[in-house]
């Protein structure tokens, strides 16, 4: 598959390496010098210098024809611009990166598709989302909805008092129980367990079930006791906090904590949440959340583009300050790993979702939507059964699925369902299907 991808950025390089490990063809567009240099150097990847709203340069970099165009540079207007040229010039699909969120309103995404423009991406609209979801749901690390919610997909942390540890799996879920234990992180390695597999002390275990079984699952795993946030405090007012305070219930208490004179001003008058408050101060700064009495609120999200500041600032608040949840972006992903060992909490990745978004339209498959979790080197697949899929043909234990990958659930109807190795499915179900990043390419076989 040809890909070109206009901008060598953060973006830009994390997909352009993401796409190198499938052996595509790809051609990554940089106007910058010093980016030339330094970005994704894999020798598998052809990179460029010019101008992506160049008409004779996408000639002659062969955007005609290509099978997806990306404009991720720092301007989402020569985004949008090269879009619509690449389309023009022939590109089968085009994906843009944008900074308004005007843009994102379903009226003007069908505007910008007849000009060209198959899909946009707003990162901090999709973490905002996300972070959202975190604060609601403070026991969980990771949390996914599928199909409207029939079925969800969520990970805890094992710790100490859990009546699990030791265990083997067979013990504790049955094909009959209504959840299972999908994937486990562990010492920095993401497994598909099977029946002899152990829960251990410090486990990142991803689990699915259905709505009217969370408290189920919540009692097994000893997380029933920690309270919904009703008090949340955001370190810096980027544009991530102020989506994330503006579409958050009414019913929670959010403190924006901004050092920047200036910038506290502008993120007081964005902010549209009837129960903000906006503060003037350092949030890694202890003694100022004691004066301020904000140390008495449920979850701590920093959501800085200073890396270092959002891991140091999340810890002390969850070792210091005892904050029941915490929520730190962590960009550089040499860091990731360090924030999962320290254990800061649940860990954002802005580059991820923004690339596991994109990533979604490389699969000549039938899925619905692609989810990449940050912690656990997986993908998540929503994937619809055609009439004349394998699926409808076969019990689960007879198809011989990749080793690394396992359907946890599927929707039929109205109504959602966990699949075990008797499952035969139906056409038109919504399957769930987890999958280490290693073996995603090879379920497409599957998913025709």
Request: charge should be neutral; glycine fraction near 6%.
């Amino acid at each position: 598959m040809r890909i070109v991808i206009a901008g060598a950025g953060e973006v830009g390089s994390h997909l352009a390496t993401l796409l190198t490990r499938d052996k595509h063809d790809i051609v990554l567009i940089t106007e910058n010098e010093q980016s030339f240099k330094t970005a994704c150097p894999h020798e598998d990847l052809l990179k460029v210098r010019g101008a992506p709203t160049s008409i004779s340069f996408l000639r002659e970099v062969g955007v005609e024809g290509c099978d997806l165009f990306v404009g991720v540079t720092p301007d989402e207007s020569r985004n949008m611009t090269s879009c619509m040229l690449a389309k023009k010039l022939g590109a089968k699909k085009c994906v843009a990166r944008v900074d308004s969120i005007e843009y994102m309103e379903a009226d003007n995404l069908e505007f910008f598709r007849k000009l060209g423009i198959d899909s946009m991406i707003y990162p901090e609209l999709l973490v905002a989302n996300e972070i959202n979801h975190l604060i609601s749901r403070p026991w969980a690390r990771q949390w996914w909805e599928m199909q409207g919610g029939k079925l969800l997909l969520f990970a805890v942390v094992v710790r100490e008092d859990c009546e699990l540890i030791d265990r083997v799996i067979s013990e504790i879920s049955s094909p009959e129980d209504p959840f299972h234990i999908t994937a486990i992180k562990r010492n920095g390695v993401t497994i598909i367990p099977h029946g002899e597999t152990s829960i251990l002390l410090g486990d990142l275990v991803f689990v699915m079930t259905r709505p009217e079984h969370i408290q189920f699952v919540r009692h097994i795993f000893d997380k029933e006791n920690i309270p919904e946030a009703k008090r949340v405090v955001y370190m810096g007012g980027s544009d991530i906090t102020i989506h994330s305070v503006n579409t958050l219930p009414n019913d929670i208490s959010t403190w924006v904590v901004e050092r920047n004179p200036e910038k506290e001003k502008a993120v007081h008058s964005a902010i549209t949440h009837t129960k903000n408050q906006v503060y003037r101060g350092d949030a890694r700064d202890l003694s100022f959340l004691n004066d301020e009495g904000i140390r008495k609120a449920d979850v701590f999200v920093a959501a800085t583009k200073n890396t270092e500041s959002n891991i140091i600032a999340s810890l002390s608040a969850k070792r210091l300050l005892n904050f029941t949840k915490t929520i730190a972006m962590v960009e550089q992903s040499g860091y990731v790993e360090l924030a999962e060992k320290v254990d800061v909490g649940s860990i954002i990745n802005k580059k991820t979702f923004a690339a596991a978004h994109i990533y979604r339209m490389l699969l000549k498959a039938n899925v619905a939507s692609i989810k990449s979790f940050t912690v656990a080197d997986a993908d998540v697949l929503e994937y619809c059964v055609k009439p004349d899929s394998i699926f409808t043909r076969k019990a689960v234990k007879h198809l011989h699925l990749p080793s690394q990958a396992s359907i946890g659930g599927y929707v039929r109807g109205d109504k959602g369902y966990l699949a075990n190795g008797n499952t035969i499915f139906q056409a038109g179900d919504v399957l769930l299907i987890f999958c280490l990043h290693s073996e995603t390419r090879k379920l497409e076989k599957f998913l025709k």
